[in-house]
């Protein structure tokens, strides 16, 4: 009699637990991506890579259809701030914030000479 209740409990909380299991979700953590800021220091636009200066050493990146990147494409030497998720063994940019290459500002120096006259 004790046996029979022990395996009818048992059979009624399988009964109970099995549709929790079933419908649980399964879930996958999300990588939330890297960043990098530095200049860039190679472009490769047919290839879509670049490399950004950053110490200690270079990191190389490639960007695709879905990056937000800058409408007028990369050039060397611009800072860069950079998100990237790591796909398929490449750091994919998933984000580029360019800041443009100030031209090298002309200083302008202006001298003054003074003639004093004497009458």
């Known amino acids: 009699m004790k046996t029979s209740r022990i395996v009818t409990a048992v059979a009624a909380a399988a009964m109970l637990i099995l549709p929790v299991i079933a419908s649980a979700k399964t879930t996958t953590t999300k990588s939330h991506g890297m960043h990098v800021k530095g200049t860039v220091s190679k472009v490769d636009a047919s290839a879509k890579t670049f490399s950004v200066a950053h110490k200690p050493a270079d990191v190389n990146l490639s960007w695709n259809d879905a990056t937000k990147a800058p409408k007028d494409g990369l050039t060397v030497g611009e800072a860069v701030n950079v998100t990237y998720m ?24 202006t001298t003054k000479s003074t003639t004093k006259t004497k009458s």
Not at 92 to 101: D, F, G, H, Q, S
Request: no cysteine.
């Open 86 to 109: 790591a796909k398929d063994g490449q750091n994919v940019a998933t984000v580029i914030t360019a800041t443009p290459v100030k031209a090298a500002s002309a200083t302008k120096t």
